[in-house]
């Protein structure tokens, strides 16, 4: 084992355990523990227990350590021969590494304490249900150990992803999340819906999994072109300057574009995973059907730590991206942010899946961050990753209490009160009545997440509301208390000096961020229940005793979190702040070439992102407050009876909106379909063409030859031979008339003979 | 002793297939069934010891000296100069190891599920065991080609008795035979060639002298001549058709060697006769043979995409996974005398060679599971299938880590291959490895949506297959049962290898790596 020379605090070798804390877990999970739900439960809860402790002390230690940016540990070892030399595999811990280890192993556990709710770990299981599909209320899941196997491989792949000290490490273990993502969003595999377009869990993982290995692919391709300039993959010997210079000075001639540096049409490749992997434009699609996994893996994984890999990996390669200054590949990643944030904020407006503004939500921020890497803003793009990794697990977290709230409602409802009999009618009536089989089980068409059916459950589940409510404000920046106020306000400061076109289009998303904030807030929680599920929704069951205190202990970080990075120069409070996370993840920066100097202060982004993040909460609260009004103890027919205040003034655009651009039916016309036809045709082609026509043919050929040969046989070489016996037998007929026994006639032939030769000797010319 | 190990290897075999022929029954007093459970734990025992022999194999070879050891070199024909040559390098040590591996897994899970004609069924196992270690010990041309055909007998009634009616196993085997024996009448014309020009059939010998070295034409003859033996074998696009139907007729036990061992045959010629023994001609050529790889990769995975038959889809699968090897055996050969390449060829050697070693590991395991399905629902029909991972969850476990394996998923062995093959791709032949890297979005797509989401997710309907067979009893039931105990010891140790071989591949890979610096430093002049 070979380590960096200068002197490293003792607990900075134990960085290599982090992984497999977890990794242990999963393994003691799948090969022991796993009839067991409460000891396959915490022995995940352990695993990821152990990482966070040990990942707060290794990181608290790196604050004080001097001049880490410029001096990171590494721990690494040869792994693979390449040829002459060998590509050494191992962990390395610098800022941004350790930033991320005060965010993800923490943010695991909190997930996994609350899925231990969420799964209904420590409830009897239900004889109604059914292995791959989501459990009863009251009712743990049959599937749960499996559930915390997932999520420690998972926790695996994060961890270790945030250490890698190479890209093939980084790729190996981006790749289990992706494995774990697959799993987990198709977790209730055998879940299927009334309505036929409905996307089913299992096909959403497929989505999923299949739109991220694009990017992946294309990452890939960067990667491999980058490891034939470089002949090595550790992050060590790629950002070397003169490593960085000869990538950007050398040039490629692409067809159609020119010569272009081998730096930028890496960059662009190796983006290319982050587009998959973090949602965006154009492989965008496949984050709001993850939706169909468990909820805490929707915080998980598409919230806070794997969607957010894509913009760590974007950082971590940043001295890449930045090779080429302002270069295309910046350009690229700024536009591709900037107008993936806007576009997915558009199409969260018009959602009524609590789940899936959230997905929306992450996509538009995700594309925040991103826009900011494009102009430069290293350290702001990192403060709002992880900023946002807490408030949006919280927003998570708090929908699934919500939901499970409503589930309990609806279970509730159906089993006593028959107030309810007029939700069952429309649930079940036009629909063939799958239900029978289940009675008093989940009722399929009831949507528990549709924000239309909720309203009014501030009463019911306070708890709840006040944590998501402050998850909400921190999204859309509420000034000052709020984290997500801290770092979307740096972002934009940044935005104003650098690149102003980006600067509008982020304040535009950041309005009306706001603005649907503020309306899942009041659709969820205020004005009164709109159906019975909402009415009877409550959290008293001693599952939600699981899944409110993490809620809360995130709540503190999304307030409590941005405070780490107020601005020195911020009128008023700045002067309390050192501003230790600039500090900290400028000294890295520094080491890196990277401009990442603190900004002069500037009163118009201020006042603009005190403007949109005020005025879209305002606004929306305004539109929502009266929205869907019901006379009193009356409730919602269906869901569609709720009209959207929006649907009216937006006109045509209203239902475009709602389809999300109508994105899903055109890559499934023509990738999908098209793949299809394409291998279908090519079947064919296969078993037609190459195989009955010239293989058989040949074969058929040969046949045929050998007919011909038979028939040549027969008649010809055998003919012949019998010819030959045929003549023989004749001649030798003939030559029996010579044959007379007669010593005369012999002496006469000889004697003919004899003369002619003698003859033919004299006479012909010699 | 080490010089008449590999004797030892390939010959053990052949030994116990002569030994199922004796008349045990009569000899011990044992009824049928006695006889035949005689036969298959001895058969299996027997296979044990090439198995053990190979580790020995492994663990003595000196790495550090590297080249060919365990040699043994003796006059066989005299008159013409034909000797009895074997040896291993690092490059057919572990092809060995899969061999001997493959058979005794092969063995002991027929041993559960051959009912019929068990005597001859093992000793055609057997004999096919013998003819595949014996051509990758060979280092001579006419025992080369002795071996190569001798593995065709036994596969060529294994496919033709065993196999099931529907799937006309007779003409599946007769094509496969054929169309394997084509190919080599063009490789026995060349090993002659060889001989008038050089005076050896040594494999050593002959890549050193080089022959037809001055001729554009006659070495282009004699590489073609190789080469087409070879493709039909690995097979390459477009003389791939012999594969789906051999493979849907084959015994599972059979399709394993087919796919894990056989085909590593054609690849193996290539590296070892063809690269060595025609530098030149193969890298005037370079480029088709990577073209036909990419072809592979490409059509391979969209006619697997396509199918609805699980056990013909894994057959074009191999298709596709065979031209990865393709690709980068013809980047490496398009590298063949350019310094700055060494490595990147030699990586893409590394790569190809490893996927030779992991497609053997997964695609085996892929048709022992594909076995396991069918002998207990006798059907192979995807539409058929769906939610069994609720109620055969360890099968489903297992089958996961397998396909994850075969999609080149980063930390399990399937991807180092893969990995290896384009960093050599990509920095001699970029254009053709971008196209290639579209096979592994294919991939996962016939992976995942086919296989996984067909057979084991949504919800299972009992009305499709009414009538399960339990493996170990017979019995009919109404439900599927789990993996049987025999199943799990067949299946665990290469789930194992695909598992370590995916976090720690540097001792394969460091085998291979030390040939093929040795092999392509030599064609730079270094």
């Given at each position: 084992?070979?380590?960096?020379?200068?002197?490293?605090?003792?607990?900075?070798?134990?960085?290599?355990?982090?992984?497999?804390?977890?990794?242990?877990?999963?393994?003691?999970?799948?090969?022991?523990?796993?009839?067991?739900?409460?000891?396959?439960?915490?022995?995940?809860?352990?695993?990821?227990?152990?990482?966070?402790?040990?990942?707060?002390?290794?990181?608290?230690?790196?604050?004080?350590?001097?001049?880490?940016?410029?001096?990171?540990?590494?721990?690494?070892?040869?792994?693979?021969?390449?040829?002459?030399?060998?590509?050494?595999?191992?962990?390395?811990?610098?800022?941004?590494?350790?930033?991320?280890?005060?965010?993800?192993?923490?943010?695991?556990?909190?997930?996994?304490?609350?899925?231990?709710?969420?799964?209904?770990?420590?409830?009897?299981?239900?004889?109604?249900?059914?292995?791959?599909?989501?459990?009863?209320?009251?009712?743990?899941?049959?599937?749960?150990?499996?559930?915390?196997?997932?999520?420690?491989?998972?926790?695996?792949?994060?961890?270790?992803?945030?250490?890698?000290?190479?890209?093939?490490?980084?790729?190996?273990?981006?790749?289990?999340?992706?494995?774990?993502?697959?799993?987990?969003?198709?977790?209730?595999?055998?879940?299927?819906?009334?309505?036929?377009?409905?996307?089913?869990?299992?096909?959403?993982?497929?989505?999923?999994?299949?739109?991220?290995?694009?990017?992946?692919?294309?990452?890939?391709?960067?990667?491999?072109?980058?490891?034939?300039?470089?002949?090595?993959?550790?992050?060590?010997?790629?950002?070397?300057?003169?490593?960085?210079?000869?990538?950007?000075?050398?040039?490629?001639?692409?067809?159609?574009?020119?010569?272009?540096?081998?730096?930028?049409?890496?960059?662009?490749?190796?983006?290319?995973?982050?587009?998959?992997?973090?949602?965006?434009?154009?492989?965008?699609?496949?984050?709001?059907?993850?939706?169909?996994?468990?909820?805490?893996?929707?915080?998980?994984?598409?919230?806070?730590?794997?969607?957010?890999?894509?913009?760590?990996?974007?950082?971590?390669?940043?001295?890449?991206?930045?090779?080429?200054?302002?270069?295309?590949?910046?350009?690229?990643?700024?536009?591709?942010?900037?107008?993936?944030?806007?576009?997915?904020?558009?199409?969260?407006?018009?959602?009524?899946?609590?789940?899936?503004?959230?997905?929306?939500?992450?996509?538009?921020?995700?594309?925040?961050?991103?826009?900011?890497?494009?102009?430069?803003?290293?350290?702001?793009?990192?403060?709002?990753?992880?900023?946002?990794?807490?408030?949006?697990?919280?927003?998570?977290?708090?929908?699934?209490?919500?939901?499970?709230?409503?589930?309990?409602?609806?279970?509730?409802?159906?089993?006593?009160?028959?107030?309810?009999?007029?939700?069952?009618?429309?649930?079940?009536?036009?629909?063939?009545?799958?239900?029978?089989?289940?009675?008093?089980?989940?009722?399929?068409?009831?949507?528990?997440?549709?924000?239309?059916?909720?309203?009014?459950?501030?009463?019911?589940?306070?708890?709840?509301?006040?944590?998501?409510?402050?998850?909400?404000?921190?999204?859309?920046?509420?000034?000052?208390?709020?984290?997500?106020?801290?770092?979307?306000?740096?972002?934009?400061?940044?935005?104003?000096?650098?690149?102003?076109?980006?600067?509008?289009?982020?304040?535009?998303?950041?309005?009306?961020?706001?603005?649907?904030?503020?309306?899942?807030?009041?659709?969820?929680?205020?004005?009164?229940?709109?159906?019975?599920?909402?009415?009877?929704?409550?959290?008293?069951?001693?599952?939600?005793?699981?899944?409110?205190?993490?809620?809360?202990?995130?709540?503190?970080?999304?307030?409590?979190?941005?405070?780490?990075?107020?601005?020195?120069?911020?009128?008023?409070?700045?002067?309390?702040?050192?501003?230790?996370?600039?500090?900290?993840?400028?000294?890295?920066?520094?080491?890196?070439?990277?401009?990442?100097?603190?900004?002069?202060?500037?009163?118009?982004?201020?006042?603009?992102?005190?403007?949109?993040?005020?005025?879209?909460?305002?606004?929306?609260?305004?539109?929502?407050?009266?929205?869907?009004?019901?006379?009193?103890?009356?409730?919602?027919?269906?869901?569609?009876?709720?009209?959207?205040?929006?649907?009216?003034?937006?006109?045509?655009?209203?239902?475009?909106?709602?389809?999300?651009?109508?994105?899903?039916?055109?890559?499934?016309?023509?990738?999908?379909?098209?793949?299809?036809?394409?291998?279908?045709?090519?079947?064919?082609?296969?078993?037609?063409?190459?195989?009955?026509?010239?293989?058989?043919?040949?074969?058929?050929?040969?046949?045929?030859?050998?007919?011909?040969?038979?028939?040549?046989?027969?008649?010809?070489?055998?003919?012949?031979?019998?010819?030959?016996?045929?003549?023989?037998?004749?001649?030798?007929?003939?030559?029996?008339?010579?044959?007379?026994?007669?010593?005369?006639?012999?002496?006469?032939?000889?004697?003919?003979?004899?003369?002619?030769?003698?003859?033919?000797?004299?006479?012909?010319?010699? | 002793?080490?010089?008449?190990?590999?004797?030892?290897?390939?010959?053990?075999?052949l030994?116990?297939a002569?030994?199922?022929?004796?008349?045990?029954?009569?000899?011990?007093?044992?009824?049928?069934?006695?006889?035949?459970?005689?036969?298959?734990?001895?058969?299996?025992?027997?296979?044990?010891?090439?198995?053990?022999?190979?580790?020995?194999?492994?663990?003595?070879?000196?790495?550090?000296?590297?080249?060919?050891?365990?040699?043994?070199?003796?006059?066989?024909?005299?008159?013409?100069?034909?000797?009895?040559?074997?040896?291993?390098?690092?490059?057919?040590?572990?092809?060995?190891?899969?061999?001997?591996?493959?058979?005794?897994?092969?063995?002991?899970?027929?041993?559960?599920?051959?009912?019929?004609?068990?005597?001859e069924?093992?000793f055609l196992f057997l004999l096919l065991e013998m003819g595949m270690?014996g051509v990758?010990?060979?280092?001579?041309?006419?025992?080369?080609y002795v071996f190569w055909e001798v593995g065709l007998v036994p596969m060529y009634f294994l496919i033709g008795i065993?196999?099931?009616?529907?799937?006309?196993?007779?003409?599946?085997a007769i094509?496969f035979f054929l169309?394997t024996l084509?190919?080599s009448?063009?490789?026995?014309?060349?090993?002659?060639?060889?001989?008038?020009?050089?005076?050896?059939?040594?494999?050593?010998?002959?890549?050193?002298?080089?022959?037809?070295?001055?001729?554009?034409?006659?070495?282009?003859?004699?590489?073609?001549?190789?080469?087409?033996?070879?493709?039909?074998?690995?097979?390459?696009?477009?003389?791939?058709?012999?594969?789906?139907?051999?493979?849907?007729?084959?015994?599972?036990?059979g399709?394993?060697l087919l796919?894990?061992?056989l085909?590593?045959?054609?690849?193996?010629?290539?590296?070892?006769?063809?690269?060595?023994?025609?530098?030149?001609?193969?890298?005037?050529?370079?480029?088709?043979?990577?073209?036909?790889?990419?072809?592979?990769?490409?059509?391979?995975?969209?006619?697997?995409?396509?199918?609805?038959?699980?056990?013909?889809?894994?057959?074009?699968?191999?298709?596709?996974?065979?031209?990865?090897?393709?690709?980068?055996?013809?980047?490496?050969?398009?590298?063949?005398?350019?310094?700055?390449?060494?490595?990147?060829?030699?990586?893409?050697?590394?790569?190809?060679?490893?996927?030779?070693?992991?497609?053997?590991?997964?695609?085996?395991?892929?048709?022992?599971?594909?076995?396991?399905?069918?002998?207990?629902?006798?059907?192979?029909?995807?539409?058929?299938?769906?939610?069994?991972?609720?109620?055969?969850?360890?099968?489903?476990?297992?089958?996961?880590?397998?396909?994850?394996?075969?999609?080149?998923?980063?930390?399990?062995?399937?991807?180092?291959?893969?990995?290896?093959?384009?960093?050599?791709?990509?920095?001699?032949?970029?254009?053709?490895?971008?196209?290639?890297?579209?096979?592994?979005?294919?991939?996962?797509?016939?992976?995942?949506?086919?296989?996984?989401?067909?057979?084991?997710?949504?919800?299972?309907?009992?009305?499709?297959?009414?009538?399960?067979?339990?493996?170990?009893?017979?019995?009919?039931?109404?439900?599927?049962?789990?993996?049987?105990?025999?199943?799990?010891?067949?299946?665990?140790?290469?789930?194992?290898?695909?598992?370590?071989?995916?976090?720690?591949?540097?001792?394969?890979?460091?085998?291979?790596?030390?040939?093929?610096?040795?092999?392509?430093?030599?064609?730079?002049?270094?």
């Amino acid at each position: 084992m070979t380590e960096s020379v200068s002197s490293f605090p003792v607990i900075f070798n134990l960085t290599p355990i982090l992984p497999l804390l977890p990794f242990a877990a999963f393994v003691l999970i799948v090969l022991w523990a796993n009839r067991s739900k409460k000891l396959s439960a915490g022995l995940a809860i352990g695993g990821i227990g152990l990482a966070w402790i040990l990942g707060w002390a290794i990181a608290i230690t790196t604050f004080s350590v001097e001049h880490f940016g410029e001096h990171p540990f590494r721990v690494f070892r040869d792994w693979l021969p390449t040829g002459r030399t060998w590509q050494a595999f191992g962990f390395a811990l610098d800022p941004l590494a350790g930033a991320m280890l005060i965010m993800v192993p923490f943010v695991c556990f909190l997930i996994f304490v609350y899925a231990v709710g969420y799964m209904g770990v420590g409830k009897p299981e239900s004889a109604n249900d059914e292995r791959g599909k989501p459990a009863e209320p009251g009712h743990v899941d049959r599937l749960a150990s499996r559930f915390f196997a997932y999520i420690a491989l998972f926790a695996t792949g994060m961890i270790g992803l945030i250490l890698a000290d190479n890209l093939i490490m980084l790729l190996v273990f981006w790749e289990i999340m992706g494995l774990c993502s697959y799993l987990l969003i198709g977790f209730w595999f055998a879940r299927s819906y009334d309505d036929p377009k409905q996307i089913t869990p299992k096909e959403a993982g497929l989505k999923a999994f299949l739109t991220t290995r694009i990017g992946d692919t294309l990452m890939l391709a960067g990667m491999l072109l980058l490891y034939a300039r470089t002949n090595s993959l550790s992050f060590a010997d790629i950002f070397k300057p003169e490593m960085l210079e000869q990538l950007a000075t050398t040039t490629v001639n692409l067809p159609g574009v020119g010569a272009t540096p081998w730096a930028t049409l890496i960059a662009i490749l190796i983006f290319f995973g982050a587009i998959g992997k973090s949602a965006q434009f154009p492989l965008h699609v496949w984050l709001p059907d993850a939706m169909e996994g468990p909820t805490p893996v929707s915080a998980l994984i598409h919230a806070a730590t794997m969607v957010s890999a894509g913009v760590y990996l974007v950082i971590r390669t940043y001295p890449l991206m930045a090779a080429v200054e302002h270069g295309p590949a910046l350009q690229f990643i700024a536009f591709t942010g900037a107008f993936t944030a806007l576009f997915a904020a558009t199409i969260a407006l018009a959602q009524n899946d609590i789940k899936k503004v959230l997905a929306y939500s992450t996509i538009s921020q995700l594309g925040y961050m991103f826009a900011a890497l494009g102009i430069g803003a290293y350290v702001a793009a990192t403060f709002h990753l992880l900023t946002h990794a807490f408030f949006k697990a919280l927003l998570f977290l708090g929908s699934g209490s919500v939901i499970h709230g409503m589930e309990h409602g609806h279970h509730h409802g159906h089993q006593g009160h028959g107030e309810a009999g007029k939700l069952v009618d429309w649930e079940t009536g036009g629909h063939g009545h799958q239900s029978t089989d289940h009675p008093s089980t989940n009722l399929p068409s009831f949507d528990p997440q549709d924000m239309r059916n909720m309203g009014g459950l501030f009463r019911k589940m306070p708890r709840t509301a006040w944590t998501f409510i402050i998850g909400g404000l921190a999204l859309s920046g509420f000034p000052i208390v709020t984290a997500g106020f801290w770092s979307k306000d740096e972002i934009l400061a940044d935005a104003w000096a650098h690149n102003q076109l980006v600067f509008v289009v982020l304040a535009v998303a950041a309005l009306l961020t706001a603005f649907y904030t503020a309306r899942q807030i009041v659709m969820t929680f205020f004005g009164q229940p709109r159906t019975a599920a909402a009415e009877h929704a409550s959290e008293h069951d001693s599952i939600f005793q699981w899944m409110t205190i993490p809620l809360m202990a995130l709540a503190v970080f999304a307030v409590a979190g941005g405070w780490v990075g107020i601005p020195k120069e911020f009128p008023g409070l700045g002067a309390l702040s050192a501003n230790p996370f600039h500090h900290y993840i400028g000294s890295l920066a520094e080491a890196l070439h990277i401009e990442a100097a603190e900004l002069p202060f500037n009163a118009v982004p201020l006042l603009t992102s005190l403007g949109v993040a005020l005025g879209g909460l305002t606004l929306g609260w305004l539109v929502y407050r009266g929205a869907g009004k019901l006379r009193a103890g009356h409730h919602l027919a269906s869901p569609p009876e709720y009209v959207d205040p929006l649907a009216r003034p937006l006109g045509p655009l209203y239902p475009v909106l709602q389809n999300k651009y109508y994105f899903d039916e055109l890559y499934h016309k023509v990738f999908i379909k098209g793949t299809q036809r394409l291998s279908t045709w090519l079947f064919k082609f296969d078993s037609n063409i190459i195989d009955d026509t010239l293989v058989d043919g040949v074969g058929k050929a040969g046949r045929w030859l050998s007919e011909v040969g038979r028939w040549f046989d027969t008649h010809i070489v055998d003919g012949a031979v019998n010819g030959i016996g045929a003549v023989t037998g004749w001649f030798g007929s003939v030559m029996r008339e010579f044959q007379t026994g007669k010593a005369q006639n012999y002496l006469l032939v000889g004697l003919v003979t004899v003369s002619v030769l003698l003859g033919a000797f004299l006479l012909l010319p010699k | 002793m080490t010089n008449s190990l590999l004797t030892i290897i390939t010959f053990v075999p052949l030994v116990g297939a002569l030994l199922t022929l004796l008349p045990w029954g009569k000899w011990l007093k044992l009824d049928k069934a006695g006889e035949e459970r005689l036969i298959k734990n001895g058969a299996i025992a027997i296979s044990l010891l090439p198995l053990g022999l190979a580790l020995m194999l492994w663990s003595g070879y000196d790495q550090a000296l590297g080249g060919f050891q365990f040699e043994i070199n003796v006059p066989w024909v005299k008159a013409i100069n034909v000797n009895y040559h074997m040896g291993v390098d690092g490059l057919s040590l572990p092809l060995i190891f899969l061999t001997t591996f493959l058979t005794v897994l092969g063995l002991w899970y027929s041993a559960r599920v051959i009912k019929t004609r068990v005597r001859e069924f093992f000793f055609l196992f057997l004999l096919l065991e013998m003819g595949m270690t014996g051509v990758f010990v060979s280092l001579d041309l006419v025992l080369f080609y002795v071996f190569w055909e001798v593995g065709l007998v036994p596969m060529y009634f294994l496919i033709g008795i065993w196999g099931q009616a529907k799937d006309r196993p007779q003409y599946s085997a007769i094509k496969f035979f054929l169309y394997t024996l084509a190919g080599s009448v063009f490789m026995l014309l060349a090993i002659v060639a060889i001989y008038f020009t050089t005076g050896t059939f040594d494999i050593v010998e002959a890549a050193k002298l080089k022959p037809f070295a001055d001729s554009i034409l006659l070495s282009g003859l004699a590489f073609w001549a190789f080469f087409i033996a070879f493709a039909i074998k690995v097979p390459s696009w477009p003389f791939h058709t012999w594969l789906p139907d051999a493979h849907t007729a084959a015994p599972t036990a059979g399709s394993v060697l087919l796919a894990g061992v056989l085909l590593k045959l054609g690849a193996y010629g290539i590296l070892r006769i063809v690269l060595p023994i025609f530098p030149e001609a193969f890298k005037r050529y370079a480029l088709i043979v990577v073209a036909l790889g990419v072809i592979s990769i490409v059509y391979g995975a969209l006619v697997s995409l396509a199918q609805w038959d699980l056990k013909r889809l894994i057959a074009y699968s191999s298709v596709s996974h065979m031209g990865y090897v393709l690709l980068g055996v013809g980047a490496a050969a398009y590298a063949i005398g350019t310094p700055k390449w060494v490595d990147a060829s030699a990586m893409a050697l590394n790569g190809a060679a490893m996927q030779m070693f992991t497609h053997g590991i997964s695609t085996g395991a892929l048709f022992f599971l594909v076995g396991v399905i069918y002998e207990r629902a006798h059907l192979r029909d995807l539409k058929m299938f769906g939610g069994f991972s609720s109620k055969l969850p360890y099968y489903y476990g297992l089958f996961a880590v397998t396909a994850f394996t075969s999609l080149g998923l980063p930390g399990l062995a399937g991807f180092w291959s893969e990995l290896f093959v384009f960093r050599g791709a990509f920095d001699i032949v970029p254009i053709w490895a971008v196209i290639g890297v579209l096979g592994i979005v294919l991939t996962a797509a016939y992976i995942l949506w086919k296989i996984i989401q067909y057979t084991f997710l949504g919800q299972y309907d009992a009305h499709k297959i009414a009538h399960w067979t339990d493996v170990e009893t017979g019995a009919e039931l109404h439900e599927p049962k789990d993996l049987a105990f025999f199943e799990k010891v067949t299946l665990w140790p290469l789930v194992a290898f695909m598992i370590f071989l995916g976090i720690y591949p540097a001792p394969l890979l460091n085998l291979f790596n030390t040939v093929f610096v040795r092999l392509m430093s030599g064609f730079a002049g270094k």
